[in-house]
């Protein structure tokens, strides 16, 4: 009896500790003179400790959601988390400033020829490797046929490079080149298309196409752990498991980049590393696809650590439309119109993402033209069952949503299923996945549809900021991302067109034809898009130069970013 | 004595084989393919085959559990599947001295705690005191590292908050790194140790022997010295073998939220990825951990207590 | 794990006592804790299965305007993130968590204790395969195996058999590492009573081994095996816990203690009572299990220790 009131005693006195602190708000500065400006101001950003861990010469930067990178090798990048280190290690003949358009980088200027399918790039003058060693246009012809070389193993290369001419004979093996690239001379390249792409440029943004010095990837196995190339920074130690730490690049092309030191550092657990931000251990914490964990959001609102985008990207839920009961155009969108997309992201998500009525997400280039959207109608949605067959919800399978366990997908899940319940009268199961179980499964639906899975819960960011990689290259009857096989003639045919209107001049007609297409897609439930994350990360204030895009955190010009 | 060991070497290896055997068979047989969830979404058919080769899947079941023992027995684990061209071995080789060592620290740092307290307890048996650390041992060792952990974290921060210097968070690399884990894990096993040696002191305090030397009017701190506690750590000794499991292994929690590079984070993760490989490797090393340690826990049984048979 | 070491103390004691002790129930109603605690486990029990009927919300009701609020009239013990009523959600959780530990005991004891039986009793051969048996399982790391079973087949059977099955599969793999104790345990004692004098006779005056099986040492190991049972309750649920931090627990809308507490975690900041419900729920089903089996460990001993 004692013995359970001295434990009952421990944890009451646990819980007035916990309850006693106060978690978050305006933290008052007990430090000593450096920082006694920031006490003054009405909202203080989070204390970095005097003299404490935040070195002067180093940029802390978090990676979430993983505990190592597989591999920084730019023909085939993984996560995200891998793309943000190979994006300062590694750069390509194009790259994306912030605002999201093209700029030279490799490349000091390019031409295309007048039916779209010609590229020459010139390359800039100086341009050289980490080491010292001179670019020349065959390093990227090197680059470029290694990405797309069997044994290279780029899942994704293949795919995105398709349409340069002489690509899929290397892919196949049956070609040691693609003959539409070429070095015309050392500062010349040129690439052949087998027809004209509005987006090929934007393309070039994704690291496939990055330089990388063919000595080095010949020295060994172990190339990548003392990897460098054309971007701000180099590899100078990759302790696994823990962090990859870089060092400045002295012959980046810009001049020298103004933060000598840049620690990337893996968490796997979002919750630890921003316990880690909290007590001065990080600078940047949060990403796109991990951003700060909702829970924390509304004590830190108001801090100017806290930073917010909305991001090029949108969660949605995709159908199997060769699988019942999702077959049936009516059943997809009985269950759309069932959906309380304002209720999910103000209430559930408290307010930090973006309700979605449209595939594009919020910004992209393209959503300038309006659409008109599923809005929450539940006797609507009742209507479109009864339609289907099914009134009342009789007659219907055993219906079974799948979702990757990252992030609030467990959380929206629930939330949308009391939605259905409630609004539409059908009881549907959840099911969870580790991420890359659940990708697999996508992958089942695409080759065996009936094996596959009914509906999914998924999020589509962009590969480069472009209305076609969200509508063909999802949507698309023929595309290997339209995992559940949507149909629509009449949407095939529009995107066919806008996608080949490569003529700058022409850029109006493109977003009108996109425009219909997204419209039919959106009438036809391709996709049922939620919303739109917003991409919340924690940045200290002493660094500046860094800009908040929907794609990330960009750096405008690497030599201007500085620690104070 | 030799024949003992003959035994036990035996038995080991068995246990050994039979634990590569069973998380092979459950590799294989499971239900999934590792190469489709290594290519992820995007995928090919040449990328795949060309994959699968490379692994050695495109072998029947039981050759491939041939080719690896026979790889195994002289050390090498393979490739994982999904930390590209690293081996097993050097992944276990990263992970298990950290492990080991925190978990080492966390036992060493438990039984200094707990014994004295197991027998302060022991000795004033029935008292408020007793009860309270009772209550207190068990208490806990029932809070899940998940619940400690953020709790641990959230005085840390008020710490810091105040101005006062503070452990880091989480993280690896200096030695303030290892405090908190090392906290963590221990205050789950002083629990019960403390129980253990107070049960365990309990016991011998009553037994025939320690009476008799009371009654020859022997000194109390020499009756416990002398006699008490040679007999009432033995089952301490037992312990370690298990113990040693369940802080390497058991530790994974600690080692994920705090960020620790450790084997049983690698191990976790693995099974989560479906990296058989590295499943199967991390496995039978920690299995050859454990029948060590329970082997050495049985020698030293004997070498304190002569009058107990080293059983096989 | 841990609390299995301490049982290995606690249960050689037990086995000095080979007499199936009558009054047993008595010695037990003479611990205060061990009383207590059965009352509050058979609370605790009853609560689960009657309450929701009494209180009456569904614990999958979700509110979405009311959202990790504190306690209240209406939600005594406050809502989660889903607005969801914690006090109902507690129910359904003990339900699960409760129910996921007798699944494991059960399937201990159906499959350590006859195991066990036979390698004491046959010894020889039997004795060493069942040994070798459970060494296998028990010499694999912690909750590993749980944990890959549970991750390897998890979604196959959820998918096929429905979220029961998934129950199942859960408290399946966790006793995959919990029965080569039970056995060991039983095999021990069985050992101990094979050569005791009341067996002996029996088998001079050739009563079949059924009938000494069933008659002689069964009645006396049943003990043992309720306390052990009793005992590993704790590991049953803090292993399902455990599961549920990976994801690989009972899954969506379905929730366990575990489950609860590793939801709730992210805002221990905002809503720590969320938190320290099913924590404390769990430390007192802790508390109250291991005093219960240290009491029915203390009532076999006929010296009152």
Known sequence: ????????????????????????????????APAATTALAPATAMPSPVGGNAPADTLRWSLEGVSDLSSIDPAKPGDAPTITAINLIFAGLIRLDEKLEVQPDGASGWQVSADGTTYSFTIRDGLAFADGTPVTAGDFVYAINRALAPETASYGAPFQLGHIIGAQDVVDGKAKQASGVRAVDDK????????????????????????????????????????????????????????????????????KPGIPNITLVFNKDSETAYQLYQTGELDIMGSQQNPVPAAHIAELQSLPD????????????????????????????AFALAVDKKALSDQVLAGQVVAADR????????????????????AAAKAALAQAGFADGKGLPEITLAYGQEGDNETVAQAIQSMWEQNLGVKVKLQSFELATFSKNLDTTFKTPAQGLQFWLSIWGADYPDPQNFLSQQLHSDTANNNGHFADPQFDKLVDEADRLGDRAQIERRLQLYNQAEQIAIDKVGWLPLYYPKFNILLRPRVSGLAVTPNGLVAPDWTKVTLK | MLRFFTRRGISMVFVLFSLTFLTFMIGHLAPGDPILVLMGPRQDTETYAHLRHLYGLDQPLLTQYINYV???????????????????????????????????????????????LGMFAALRDGTLADRGLVALALGLYSIPSFVLIPLIWMANLAIFRAGYPNLPQAGWGTPSHI??????????????ITQLTRASMLEVLRDDYVRTARAKGLLERTVIVRHVLRNALLPLITLLGPTTAFLVTGAFVVEVLFNIPGIGRIAVEAVGRRDYPVIQGTTVILGIAVVIMNLISDLLYHVFDPRIQLTE | MAQQILNLETIENTVRDERHAPGFFRRLARSRTALVSLTFIIAIMLAALIGPLIYG???????????????????????????????????????????????????????GAPLGLLAGYFGGGIDILISRLADMFFAFPGLLLAILVAAVFGQAVTEQYGSTARLVLVAGSLSLVGWPLMARYVRGQVLSLRERDFVLAARAIGQSQRGILQRHILPNVAGLVITAATLDVVNAIVGEATLSLLGLGIQAPATSIGKMIVEATPFLAQNPFLVFVPSITLTLLVLAFSFLGDGMRRAFDPTGR
């Open chain 2, 70 to 116: 026979a790889l195994l027995v002289r050390g090498d684990f393979g490739l994982s599947f999904s930390y590209e061209g690293r081996t097993v071995r050097e992944l276990i080789a990263q992970g298990l001295p950290i492990s080991f060592g925190v978990g080492g620290l966390a036992l060493l740092v438990s039984l200094i705690v707990g014994v004295p």
């Open chain 1, 306 to 333: 806290f930073k917010s985008a909305a991001s090029l990207a949108t969660r949605f839920i995709g159908f199997n439309n060769l699988k019942p009961p999702f077959d049936n155009v009516d059943v997809r969108r």
């Open chain 1, 188 to 255: 010349t390249l040129e690439i052949k298309l087998d027809g004209p792409l509005a987006y090929f440029l934007s393309q070039l943004s994704y690291p496939f196409t990055f330089v990388v010095p063919k000595k080095l990837v010949d020295s060994g196995v172990k190339w990548e752990e003392q990897s460098y190339g054309t971007g701000p920074y180099r590899v100078k130690e990759w302790k696994h498991g823990q962090a990859l730490t870089l060092i400045a690049n002295e012959k980046y092309w810009r001049g």
């Open chain 2, 179 to 192: 405090v908190l884990p090392v906290l963590v894990l221990a205050a789950a096993n002083v629990g019960y």
């Open chain 3, 57 to 111: 919300v569904d614990p999958t009701h979700t509110d979405f305007t009311s959202i990790n609020a504190p306690p209240s009239l209406a939600h005594p013990f406050g809502t989660d993130r889903l607005g969801h009523d914690t006090l109902a959600r507690l129910f359904a959780a003990l339900r699960v968590s409760l129910l996921v530990a007798a699944v494991v005991e059960t399937i201990n004891i159906l499959v």
């Open chain 1, 359 to 378: 595939i594009l997400p919020a910004g992209l280039l393209g959503t300038q033209l309006p659409i008109s959207g599923l809005a929450l109608d539940p």
């Open chain 1, 1 to 32: 009896m004692r013995s359970t009131i001295g434990v009952l005693g421990l944890l009451a006195v646990l819980m007035l500790a916990a309850c006693g602190t106060p978690a978050g708000g305006p933290a008052t500065s007990a430090t000593a």
